[in-house]
C-alpha cells in the first residue's frame, strides 16, 4: 500500500546556512583545509545568506567544493562531523522546521531530507533531525580518499529523479506526499509532490509559488536542538522524540499546516 512522505531540503530550509561551509572552521582545526580556504567559504557562507544560490551560484559552489575535498581522508572528514555536529548544527536549526518534522512523524509519514551537500555531513544531520532517510550528494572514492568526483549530485533534476526512485522502492505515493524548499535550484523537487511548501524563498521561487499555488512558509527562529531532540539510536525512539520536539515548540507554521498534513 503507498503511503505519503515528506521531503525537506537542508540548507535554508532546516537550518539556517549552508550545512557544508558550516563546517570550515572545523575542517581547519583538523587540518583538512587552510585559512584562506576557511575565509573563502566564509565569504560563500555570507553570499548563500544575503541571496540564496541560484544555478550558476551552486555551480561554482560544487566545482570549489569538490576540487578542495580532493585527496581528503574519508574516515577523518566522517570524525570531525561527528565531533562538532552539535555544536555547529545545534544552533542553526529552524524551530518551525523541527514542528513540521514532528507533525509529519505523528501523521505516521516518513521524513526524508534532500540536500545537494555530501552524504557525510547530511547523515548524520538527519540521525540527529530524526530523518528515517536520506538524499544527498555522493563523492567518489578510493582507497578511503575522496578523489574530487562526484558519484551523485543531489541537485535540481537529480533530486526529483532521485526522489521518484525511492518512492518507486520504498511505496511512497508522491501525488499524496510534501516537500519543502527554499530555492528555485529544487523546482523540480516541489512539483515532484501533491503539496509544495516555498519556504523563506528567493525571488524566483517565490514567483513560481504563485503561479503555481504554493503554499509559502516564512521560518525565522533558530533554536538550539539538543534539548529539544536528543540523538537517537532507533527508529521508534526518533519518531518518539520528535513528536515530543513538536508539542513543546509547535508554533503558527505548524497551525496554518495541520490541516493539510493530517489529510
Not at 575542517?27 to 541560484?54: M, P
Not at 577523518?76 to 514542528?99: F, K, M, N
Request: hydrophobic share 45%; glycine share 8%.
Amino acid at each position: 500500500m503507498s503511503t505519503s512522505v515528506a521531503f525537506f531540503d537542508l540548507d535554508k530550509t532546516i537550518i539556517a546556512k549552508s550545512s557544508t561551509l558550516a563546517f570550515s572552521k572545523p575542517f581547519f582545526a583538523g587540518g583538512l583545509i587552510n585559512r584562506r580556504s576557511v575565509l573563502r567559504s566564509a565569504y560563500a557562507q555570507f553570499v548563500f545568506a544575503l541571496s540564496g544560490a541560484d544555478a550558476d551560484q551552486m555551480a561554482k559552489m560544487r566545482a570549489y567544493l569538490t576540487e578542495l575535498c580532493a585527496g581528503w581522508d574519508v574516515q577523518t572528514v566522517r570524525d570531525i562531523v561527528a565531533e562538532t555536529l552539535h555544536t555547529i548544527v545545534d544552533p542553526l536549526v529552524y524551530a518551525e522546521a523541527v514542528d513540521l518534522i514532528a507533525l509529519h512523524h505523528a501523521a505516521g509519514r516518513d521524513v526524508v531530507i534532500v540536500s545537494a551537500s555530501g552524504t557525510e555531513v547530511v547523515e548524520p544531520i538527519g540521525t540527529l533531525l530524526g530523518a528515517d532517510r536520506v538524499i544527498a550528494t555522493r563523492l567518489v572514492e578510493e582507497g578511503g580518499r575522496y578523489t574530487g568526483e562526484i558519484e551523485f549530485y543531489a541537485y535540481g533534476d537529480g533530486k526529483a529523479d532521485a526522489m521518484r526512485e525511492l518512492a518507486a522502492e520504498c511505496g511512497y505515493d508522491l501525488a499524496t506526499s510534501y516537500a519543502y524548499s527554499d530555492s528555485e535550484t529544487d523546482i523540480p523537487m516541489l512539483q515532484a509532490v501533491g503539496h509544495a511548501y516555498a519556504v523563506n524563498p528567493d525571488k524566483v521561487l517565490r514567483r513560481a509559488a504563485e503561479t503555481n499555488g504554493w503554499s509559502i512558509l516564512e521560518f525565522a527562529r533558530p533554536v538550539a536542538l539538543r534539548p529539544k531532540m536528543p540523538l537517537r539510536s532507533t527508529p521508534s525512539r526518533i519518531a518518539a522524540g520528535a513528536f515530543v520536539a513538536g508539542a513543546l515548540t509547535a508554533g503558527l507554521v505548524a497551525h496554518q499546516v495541520r490541516k493539510r498534513l493530517v489529510k
